[in-house]
């Protein structure tokens, strides 16, 4: 026997759900029993022997209780889990939000701090107690400088950017696993 289903529209919204399920049921298509009517058109008997009522206008409850009433729009999506559901599926499956990402482990601790010494006055953000090599110390100083936007350089385990960026600094390392120990003023 086969398994009616009745949309509730019988102008392009109907028509478009009709092929809409067609092309979702494929090979399993001849199992069902698939129309496009308006609410109007569908007798008590019918309605009572459709698996499903779907409608796109919540009027029709009124005279239809078991009807469901989707949003007005592109049928299309909706149709391989409502195939699934009339062959004895169950609801949709909905992942479960995303976990928040792990914290980066601890690289170990570094000391942040502002220098103005032997600078005429002008104020340099001093990453210190870095254990890395020259070339890696290289790459955090090219990364720290472009999020800063500022000039620097990287020397003796020590790299330097100018001006006063502690901020943005400590934001930036603690982001790539580093403890950032605040010193001087």
Known sequence: MKKAILFLDGGPQGVRAVAAFGRA?????????????????VSDAEAAAAVRLIAWDAAVKGRFPQAEVWPAGDPEPRMPQLLAEVMGGGAAFVPPPPAPPPKPKSLGTVKLSR???GRKGKGVTVVSDLTLSDDALKELATRLKTRCGSGGTAKDGRIEIQGDHRDTVAAELETIGYRVKRSGG
């Not at 049921?25 to 058109?41: H, I, N, P, Q």
């Open 25 to 41: 049921a494929g090979l399993f298509r001849g199992s069902f029993e698939v129309t496009a009517k308006t609410a109007d058109a």
């Open 115 to 117: 220098e103005t010494a």
